[in-house]
């Protein structure tokens, strides 16, 4: 499974930016998404997370402000970002738990990252 991260940008506080990561899913099944931020000189920490089910789970610091969604049409999963503040600056990652079961019933666990889309949040 590759994921393709886009959308960052640079934006005011306050402003609002849409990320999207689309899934190249190659016959695997997307159990689970999830968009991470890495600030600078710290850890990469989960800030939303999607379920093929639709459950979703938030950081504390963006419930009310972020939402995540999947278009499963599109192999897609986004995370509007609003009312930005500075402290959400960082490189955003997705990554995505998949899976797949063959013919003979072996089944396959996947875990991908994509490449990371910077947001920068000005004062």
């Known amino acids: 499974v590759q994921l393709q991260a886009c959308g960052g940008g640079l934006v005011q506080a306050g402003g609002s930016l849409r990320l999207s990561c689309v899934a190249s899913?190659?016959?695997?099944?997307?159990?689970?998404t999830g968009w991470h931020r890495q600030a600078p000189g710290e850890d990469r920490k989960l800030v939303a997370r999607i379920t093929s089910g639709g459950s979703t789970d938030y950081a504390d610091s963006v419930k009310g402000r972020f939402t995540i969604s999947r278009d499963n049409g599109k192999d897609t999963v986004y995370l509007q970002m609003n009312n930005l503040k500075p402290e959400d600056t960082g490189v955003y990652y997705c990554d995505a738990d998949a899976s797949h079961r063959d013919d003979n019933d072996v089944l396959t666990l996947l875990h991908s990252w994509g490449q990371g889309t910077l947001v920068t949040v000005s004062s």
């Open positions: 899913r190659s016959g695997f099944r997307i159990d689970a």
